[in-house]
């Protein structure tokens, strides 16, 4: 893996079992602002093929994943404006039966199996990040406890007010 520094195969390890202190100590170091090595983590610890940071009031994306998908579908619009209208986190297990987003909505055209995101909210409750994360038909979907653990994961980052 060639995103982990020298010594950080056991933060890895302690990572896989959705250990949150491990990633709260990883956010909380002074001027926390390695968003590309904390998707690496989250992509390894949530099984995903393709994730993605999004920062609101920028175009500013930090992304992993299949480089072809990068400018036709970096994300699912339909579950970002979900996520950014609601602040709530979102989870999708069969994207083509899913009535929250459509059979023609581009995570069916695109075979996605399951889809992941939340976001961050500050103080006045604006949603300043939304992490998004998917599996295309040959991985295992998303669950409900790694939509919880990626919720905390956000609640963590500096300016973020933790969700209800």
């Not at 579950?79 to 602040?87: A, K, Q, S, T, W």
């Not at 069916?108 to 998004?132: I, Q, T």
């Not at 994360?133 to 669950?143: I, V």
């Amino acid at each position: 893996m060639t995103f982990l520094a020298q010594g950080e195969g056991e933060l890895l390890a302690a990572m896989k079992s959705y250990n949150l202190d491990v990633f709260k100590n990883f956010i909380n170091r002074e001027g926390f602002s390695d968003y590309e090595r904390l998707l690496g983590k989250l992509l390894d610890v949530l099984d995903a093929e393709r994730g993605c940071f999004w920062f609101e009031g920028s175009d500013e994306l930090v992304y992993r994943g299949d480089q072809s998908l990068r400018e036709t579908f970096p994300f699912s619009r339909s579950i970002f404006e979900r996520v950014l209208e609601h602040g709530n986190g979102f989870v999708t297990f069969d994207p083509a039966s899913d009535d929250r987003i459509g059979p023609t909505s581009s995570v069916a055209m695109h075979n996605v199996r399951s889809a992941l995101a939340a976001a961050a909210k500050d103080k006045d409750g604006n949603v300043f990040v939304v992490a998004y994360f998917d599996n295309r038909m040959t991985a295992p979907p998303f669950s409900g406890e790694d939509l919880q653990f990626l919720q905390d994961v956000m609640d963590c980052l500096p300016g973020a007010v933790p969700h209800e």
